[in-house]
């Protein structure tokens, strides 16, 4: 991402380089980003959520509801039972800004949702990083699709975002000898862009919609795996893709013992924003509030 702080030539490079990969399959790799140095302390602070809080500690934070819907919920997520068409082997904890203690948002109220402080101390920088990221990006992807870079820029200060943590445990070889492959069914993700730092662990995979075929998705340590949402898919009136992505079991089985972790920040619409196709584009969508856009994605996912 450093390009898009270099001179004309460079910004051209960097957006056109994004806006391809949108178009084409919706995910790009990021470098550059000016997060790194966030990554070590998050990726620890979220692995000793899962492993050294106690579960029924954990099960007092158990996720409720949120405005969204059922489907999009907030605090401690379980590891369920899996089933043949939805296999689930991943516990996770799901927040948003009112966890943490930033501009606008109560810090005391912020420090219920954690099990300890310093999870929040730890995981803070990560999100305000973050954050950073995102409206350089939109803005690159809003002058590729030949838009007003700024459109976006009040919707987006700050963002309508989550922090997910995915701990996917070590994997019980008689589990894969018995056929069992994937991690997370193959799903879009409801909002405008993810951001997933780059795992030792793999275990991301990626759809080719032209080719239908899977590929590993092989990041470098320190990058951020960006992919396009169906938030971004709906306004750029389908120029850009929603990527397809799932988790698979890794294909090297001394990884099998590894736990994986996760840390996707994922941006979605306010919920009193209005979601509609770009200016200059003849609409394939209607306009729709964010909250009925999410609550009509979410209801989509759980009939899966």
């Known amino acids: 991402m450093a390009d898009l702080d270099g001179d004309t030539a460079a910004q051209r490079r960097f957006i056109d380089r994004l806006g391809r990969a949108m178009e084409d399959v919706g995910l790009a790799i990021l470098i550059n980003h000016g997060a790194e140095t966030t990554l070590p302390a998050a990726a620890d602070a979220a692995l000793q959520m899962f492993t050294t809080v106690p579960l029924e500690q954990k099960m007092r934070y158990v996720a409720s509801d949120c405005t969204f819907g059922e489907p999009l919920i907030m605090g401690y997520i379980p590891i369920q039972e899996s089933t043949e068409s939805l296999p689930n082997s991943v516990e996770a904890w799901e927040l948003d800004k009112a ?10 109220k912020a420090l219920t949702f954690w099990p ?3 999870f929040e ?6 999100w ?7 409206l350089p990006l939109v803005h690159a992807m809003f002058r590729y699709l030949g838009v007003e870079p700024t459109l976006y820029d ?23 000898d018995a056929g069992q492959k994937s991690r997370v069914i193959a799903h879009e993700d409801y909002g405008l862009i993810t951001l997933l730092p780059a795992t030792p662990v793999e275990g991301l995979q990626l759809y080719h919609p032209r080719h239908k075929t899977w590929s590993w998705v092989e990041a470098p340590a320190g990058s951020f ?20 992505h799932r988790v698979s079991v890794p294909r090297d089985p001394a990884q099998w013992a590894v736990p994986r972790l996760t840390i996707p ?3 979605h619409p306010h ?4 979601v509609e196709v770009l200016p200059g584009f003849e609409p394939r969508y209607q306009p729709i509030n964010g909250r009925d856009f999410m609550t009509r994605l979410a209801a989509r996912w759980a009939a899966r």
Not at 121 to 126: D, K, S
Not at 163 to 174: C, E, S, T, V
């Open 225 to 244: 795996v960006l992919n396009s949402g169906d938030w971004l898919k709906m306004i750029s009136n389908d120029r850009f893709h929603s990527c397809t």
């Open 121 to 126: 101390v730890a995981l803070r920088p990560y």
């Open 99 to 108: 966890a943490f203690r930033i501009p606008g948002e109560d810090p005391a």
């Open 128 to 134: 305000q990083a973050c954050e950073r990221i995102v």
């Open 265 to 267: 920040y994922v941006v």
């Open 154 to 176: 009040e919707e987006l200060s700050p963002p309508n975002s989550t922090l997910r943590f995915n701990h996917y445990p070590p994997i019980d070889d008689a589990v894969v």
């Open 271 to 274: 919920e009193t924003s209005m």
């Open 116 to 118: 300890d402080e310093r």
